[in-house]
């Protein structure tokens, strides 16, 4: 039955029998926050109660004849008001004004608000135990601060390269104390690798789609990046062999597993073909295996196969938390490593005394591993909303991968793509600060970690699969 209209919105009786249609254009406003006003509204004068569900924003949508993204926007920024909430695989609920926090305030309602896809962080643990747990280790810290404030021994103390090694060992990488440096973020590693292997117009290789850091790192260094072609499993070791015949490059770099942005992880027979063309002709490889400890069961690392020719680079932003810059690099060889110890110093002067504590306590404590196995599996809960909201044809992930990457359909144009995203308040990153060379694809990707909760994972998933499923000139309209 219709909803009968009663001054621009619907009795309780309507709204129970799920045809709440609320008059948008009393509030000579943008549509998508007309509805928002009506929501506040009907709540206000005991139309709407707590409780209630409310119109799926797809039926909503048709009701009103408007572009979804705009319904999809009324009900995000209802959300923000603290006016509904979203419950996973239930619906869309109006929340008890009682009951719901101002902003700034803890408790009240879930609310979800603007969900930002754009930064590739883990998902941040929720679990009470286990973020108590982490808050204690930090309280800890205190009863040494003065030692803490201090300048440190570069490199990282006896402790700290302890726990370095067990973290390391636990991926399977068993070096020696004289081979490992403790230094402030993978990014600061990786620049004093290259600085040490290469000079102004040198070759480095890399994946023709790959971590956008490298690309800046080569251009500060004056080094000549060349993109090797690669399918949905990684680099082609063909060509790589072919490009050591041609460019006579200095280093390969590879982020070889759960790669950032494809998800792709090497196979133990590609990364045994690049290491016998790195031997052949003596080309340097660089590893930055930024998710070492979040693939349960990963192949092998170039550091365990070929451990004479490799830089292994670990950070541990992408496992416990981005705001630990810490990394573990094993060089080559002692001898190797003296000099990128130099080089370090001299850049950086040493890691933060502070997160090298910390990581060093949660690794001997095992709150690094109780973190790493909540990573592990939220990010998999998070792929399985993901595979059943978007059509499997459409992008490439993995279920222990925090980001996936999405091939646009025809038509749609990354920067369209994104536009429309951030109409709805999502952000997504388009392929062009990852392509090394030649044309950008057609794809964005997507970041499912971060403070964001499965439920605003949700909501922003079925914004982007509906406009995946339409036009991008039916998607350009937003009030």
Known sequence: ??????????????????????????WGKPYYRAIAEALADDIRTGRLTPGTRLP?????????DLNFTTVSRGYVEAHRRGLIEGRVGQGTFVVDPALS????????????????????????????????????????????????????????????????????????????????????GAHSALFSV???????????????????????????????????PMDRHGVDPDAFAAACTKVAPKAIYLNPL???????????????????AARRYAVTIIEDDAYARICPAPPPSFAELAPEITYYVAGVAK?????????????PSARSALPLAGALRAATVMASPISTALTTRWIMDGTADAIVQF????????????????????????????????????????????????SAGLGVVGSD??????????????????PSTRQQITHGLEVLAHALEGSPALASTYI
């Not at 496992?319 to 060089?331: K, P, Q």
Request: with cysteine; charged share 20%.
């Open 101 to 184: 926090a101002r902003p700034g305030e803890g408790g009240g309602a879930a609310r979800v608000g603007s969900v930002d896809f754009t930064m590739n962080l883990p998902p941040e643990p929720d679990m009470p135990a286990l973020r108590a747990r982490m808050q204690a280790s930090f309280a800890e810290l205190s009863g040494d601060l003065a030692n803490l404030l201090r300048y440190q021994g570069f490199g990282g103390t006896d402790a700290d390269k302890e726990a370095a090694l067990r973290w390391l060992k636990g991926r399977g990488v068993d070096t020696t104390r004289e081979r490992l440096l403790i230094c402030p």
């Open 433 to 450: 600060p990852f392509c090394v060379a030649g044309t950008p694809p057609e794809a964005v990707r997507l970041c499912l970690g971060g």
């Open 258 to 276: 759960l790669q950032n942005p494809t998800t792709a992880t090497l196979s133990r027979t590609r990364r045994e073909a690049i290491v016998a």
């Open 375 to 422: 990573v592990r599996e939220e990010s998999a809960a998070r792929q399985r909303i993901l595979a059943s909201l978007l059509p499997a044809a459409t992008y490439t992930a993995d279920p222990h991968a925090f980001h996936v990457w999405i091939t646009l359909p025809e038509g749609w144009t990354r920067s369209a793509f994104a536009s429309q995203g951030r």
């Open 319 to 331: 496992c416990l938390g981005a705001g630990l810059r810490l990394a573990f690099l094993v060089a």
């Open 1 to 26: 039955m219709k909803a009968t209209k009663r001054g621009g919105t619907t009795s309780p009786r309507d709204v129970m029998g799920g045809g709440w249609t609320p008059d948008l254009k009393r």
């Open 194 to 228: 290259l600085g040490q292997i290469a000079r102004p117009g040198d070759t480095i290789c890399a994946e023709r789609i790959t971590y956008p850091g490298i690309r800046a790192l080569a251009a500060h260094l004056g080094l000549r990046l060349i993109d090797l």
């Open 56 to 64: 799926t924003q797809r039926a909503l949508a048709e009701t009103l």
